[in-house]
T-cell receptor
Framework: DQQVKQNSPSLSVQEGRISILNCDYT??????FLWYKKYPAEGPTFLIS?????DKNEDGRFTVFLNKSAKHLSLHIVPSQPGDSAVYFC????????????FGKGTKLTVNP | DTAVSQTPKYLVTQMGNDKSIKCEQN?????MYWYKQDSKKFLKIMFS???????INETVPNRFSPKSPDKAHLNLHINSLELGDSAVYFC?????????????FGNGTRLTVT
């Protein structure tokens, strides 16, 4: 039972354009959401997070949007850069902060020069 | 300086063997975790320890035994390895239990059981 779903296994965009990565969740108890970025042969690194009391959080080129009614969140990267090419994991937790994070399967983003 | 380091990076072994993966963090974090990324690419929590005490055990077979000699170390010992144990195992740490501090992951150990 996938509680966190990333339905697009891959995404390809041109450098300078916007990348939009999507994530859906089923557990209405989730109240904290994160995005992690992973390069090959490395561990995931934290990118940005959002609490359920907000609907948007921005950090430089990265913005996460949360739509609680749709149980949907998205990560926008603008402008996209070749160094952004990586696998992006969406994760969520319910009341425990970073404990018991539930991860999606990831979306591989390729930014073409 | 590597914040969360785990060894070995690669581990190839035969069914039935016992092996260990070591993890150390130098971030001063209180909580450490083991995650498993299986062939379907899902990252799933296995264990978490807070100050050397087990706080989460996600129905992992008891062939897997975490050991935390101090809060900076969380090792994973696996007995009687099976083919299905082949996966990438990630160690992670975070600042405070229940806080929204993000996890810091190691670079993973790719375990292959033949």
């Amino acid at each position: 039972d996938q509680q966190v779903k990333q339905n697009s296994p891959s995404l390809s965009v041109q450098e300078g354009r916007i990348s939009i990565l999507n994530c859906d969740y089923t557990n209405s108890m989730f109240d904290y959401f994160l995005w992690y970025k992973k390069y090959p042969a490395e561990g995931p690194t934290f990118l940005i997070s959002i609490s359920s009391i907000k609907d948007k959080n921005e950090d430089g080129r990265f913005t996460v949007f949360l739509n609680k009614s749709a149980k949907h969140l998205s990560l926008h990267i603008v402008p996209s850069q070749p160094g952004d090419s990586a696998v992006y994991f969406c994760a969520a937790s319910a009341g425990g902060g970073s404990e018991k994070l539930v991860f999606g399967k990831g979306t591989k983003l390729t930014v073409n020069p | 300086d590597t914040a969360v380091s785990q060894t070995p990076k690669y581990l190839v072994t035969q069914m039935g063997n016992d092996k260990s993966i070591k993890c150390e963090q130098n971030l001063g974090h209180d909580t450490m975790y083991w995650y498993k990324q299986d062939s379907k690419k899902f990252l799933k929590i296995m264990f978490s320890y807070n100050n050397k005490e087990l706080i989460i055990n996600e129905t992992v077979p008891n062939r897997f035994s975490p050991k935390s000699p101090d809060k900076a170390h969380l090792n994973l010992h696996i007995n009687s390895l099976e083919l299905g144990d082949s996966a990438v195992y990630f160690c992670a740490s975070s600042h405070v239990t229940g806080d929204n501090s993000p996890l810091h992951f190691g670079n993973g150990t790719r375990l292959t059981v033949t």
